[in-house]
């Protein structure tokens, strides 16, 4: 079965600080794409990252980058310099680039940025 | 920008009512999803379409069935709605294994 792990429920940062957010996953396909979604109290999912798995340089948005290691299934998403617009709910997911394109999401991590 | 539109943000329904639950988007996606959240299960998927009259059951398909009778609107259906069944339910949409774009989710209530 695919899976998506986040063990951390909750985390919180102050405000300027950096954080990282842990992912792990499981699949034994080759090629698919990996996601940070970002869910701020509004409700509106909003794509923060995104790394295709054939590529082994990082992925950086800004403020946001990821430290995608394929053999370990690890994804993890780094945000330096939080700021308090960082609050907001943090979902893994990962889509494989063959069959039918179907998402697969973490459990989610709360993230409080503090003032 | 892609636009995801669901029918309501907020319903209450009575156990045993028939719902329905409206996806429209505006982009010609070819696939569409209906997923459900819960506080520390995250998201799972309830079923998705990869083309018009075609549907694929996601983890937890039970108690739920799907329409897709046009390409832009994907309905999700609580055939006998339960208390169980209170959730958030959030539609999204892409195009192939790119990103996927969000409705602003319906918080659903059963009672």
């Known amino acids: 079965a695919q899976t998506v792990t986040q063990s951390q429920p909750e985390m919180s940062v102050q405000e300027a600080e950096t954080v990282t957010l842990s992912c792990t996953y499981d699949?034994?396909?080759?090629?698919?794409?990996l996601f940070w979604y970002k869910q701020p109290p509004s409700r509106q999912m909003i794509l923060v990252i995104r790394q295709e798995a054939y590529k082994q340089q990082n992925a950086t948005e800004n403020r946001f980058s990821v430290n995608f290691q394929k053999a370990a299934k690890s994804f993890s998403l780094k945000i330096s310099d939080s700021q308090l617009g960082d609050t907001a709910m943090y979902f893994c997911?990962?889509?494989?680039?063959?069959?039918?394109?179907?998402?697969?999401f973490g459990t989610g991590t709360r993230l409080k940025v503090l003032a | 920008d892609v636009k995801v539109t669901q029918s309501s943000r907020y319903l209450v329904k009575r156990t045993g009512e028939k719902v329905f639950l409206e996806c429209v988007q505006d982009?010609?996606?070819?696939?569409m999803f209906w997923y459900r959240q819960d506080p520390g299960l995250g998201l799972r998927l309830i079923y998705f379409s990869y083309d018009v009259k075609m549907k694929e059951k996601g983890d937890i398909p039970e108690g739920y069935s799907v329409s897709r009778e046009k390409k832009e609107r994907f309905s999700l259906i609580l055939e006998s709605a339960s208390t169980n069944q209170t959730s958030m339910y959030l539609c999204a949409s892409s195009l192939g294994a790119a990103k996927a774009f969000f409705g602003q989710g319906t918080r659903l209530t059963v009672v």
């Open positions: 982009m010609d996606h070819e696939n």
């Open positions: 997911a990962f889509i494989f680039t063959s069959g039918t394109y179907k998402y697969i």
């Open positions: 699949t034994s396909e080759s090629n698919y794409y």
